[in-house]
């Protein structure tokens, strides 16, 4: 419990940016999935590194945890206060800072979401590329090394975050990275931070890459006879160079799903979705050539969308899949699994994966970002039945094992959280525990974000 001598500090910090009312509790002890929490004992506000500096020096002075929490969307209870504490909500934290479209880097506040700001780089000729679909926040991306349809050609949160500015349990603030396009001086901070989940610091400012506007855009739909054409296809596409866009895979169910709630008459057949960039004769020689690849592995429908509103209503039913496929049994809740393989193992691991869900008594359409190796099965579970939600469990645990015997990760894009902290050891060995003394000498206390992603 928060000692009335930390209430009154707050108070005081914060003033009306301070809530303990019962609807905003509730309101930050929500999950995205299956994973659930109490709620925190405050939520904050803050509005200015400094404020939340100050926070950080509350929060050891007296004891408490501290949560970051950005728009909510993350899968794996990342956000939610399990010792309790205060969950610190960066909405107000919202600004683009400093847009120097000559170096193609922008400096934004943690709370902005990268849909806000696309919208602010519209005039510039450039754009942020990480799409995870759901309009996360832009701190809430780095801090669980998030990625989406677009990685196979513009990378990862990874790839395209050059700095950050941090403040440390006990308050203290740093800067990580710089504006240059590279670095060899010293330990990669800024890489450390991007994924940690908030466990070692809570990010107040980041400075990101920007990519020019492709001058051409073409997308487009296409239908195969079963499950391992579609992904064969995958595999050959990027071992042949073919310079993707996205290259996204929709199983029959989750076409299925995306019809019902988009309003779309895609085949009910296993799909993938493509996009290229470029100029006008290099999309349209891509086009062709995918258009080839496709057709060797008898593709049954081609269905192209160069008008940008028919990408646009494509692309937006692929990114509300999720909600669409929760749609498909109602008064369910998903276990949404996350593994990523080596390209050259996608085909294995989805054709084990998709007998093993046949076999178990859930429906678990799958999807995902195949041209990195990426795929997802959201498990769909009547969170009252224990026997599905132990058969959830154990088919999410199989497919971790699954990718990690073919040499991949047990989450590709939604990190880790609380919902997948016990598999880590497996995956990471005694690593896992290194990891976990980097956390005890950053955080001392354990105050930042505890029960997630280390020992």
Known sequence: MLAPGALAALSELFGPRLSTAGAVLAQHAQSESLIA???????????????????ARLSAEHGFPLVGWGAGTSLEGHALALQGGVTV???RMDRVLDIRAGD????????????????????????????????????????TRASGTTAVRYGTMRDNVLALEVVLAGGEVIRTGSAAAKSSAGYDLTGLFVGAEGTLGLITELTLRLHGQPEAVSAAACSFP????????????????????????????????????????????????VEFHGSPAAVEEQAARFGELAAAFGQTGFQWASATEDRSRLW??????????????????????????????????????????????????????????????????????????????????????????????ITGEHGIGAG????????????WQAMGRIKTALDPMGLMNPGKLVP
């Open 37 to 55: 929490g109490p709620p925190p004992e405050a939520v904050v506000f803050p509005e200015t590194t400094a404020e939340v500096a100050a926070l």
């Open 89 to 91: 909500d960066f909405a």
């Open 104 to 143: 193609m880097i922008v400096r934004v506040q943690p709370g902005l979401s990268r849909e806000a700001l696309n919208r602010e780089l519209r005039t510039t000729g450039l754009f942020f590329p990480v799409d995870p679909g759901a309009n996360a926040s832009l701190g809430g991306m780095a801090s």
């Open 226 to 273: 079963g499950l391992a054409a579609a992904v064969d296809c995958v595999i050959a596409t990027i071992q042949s160079g073919l310079p993707m866009a996205r290259i996204e895979f929709l199983d029959a169910a989750t076409v299925a799903a995306v019809n019902a709630h988009s309003r779309l008459t895609l085949p009910l057949s296993p799909l993938l979705l």
């Open 316 to 409: 937006a039913a692929r990114h509300a899949a999720y909600h669409a496929i929760l749609a498909s049994r109602p008064g369910c809740l998903a276990m949404v699994t996350d593994v990523c393989v080596p390209i050259s193992q996608l085909a294995r691991a989805v054709e084990e994966t998709a007998a093993d869900i046949a076999a178990s008594p859930l429906p678990g359409p799958i999807l995902g970002h195949v041209g990195d190796g990426n795929f997802h099965a959201i498990l769909l579970v009547h969170p009252q039945d224990p026997a599905e939600v132990a058969a959830a469990k154990a088919l999410a645990t199989r497919m971790a094992d699954r990718a990690l015997r073919l040499g991949g990760t």
């Open 420 to 431: 997948k902290r016990g598999l880590m050891a497996a995956e990471h060995g005694a690593g």
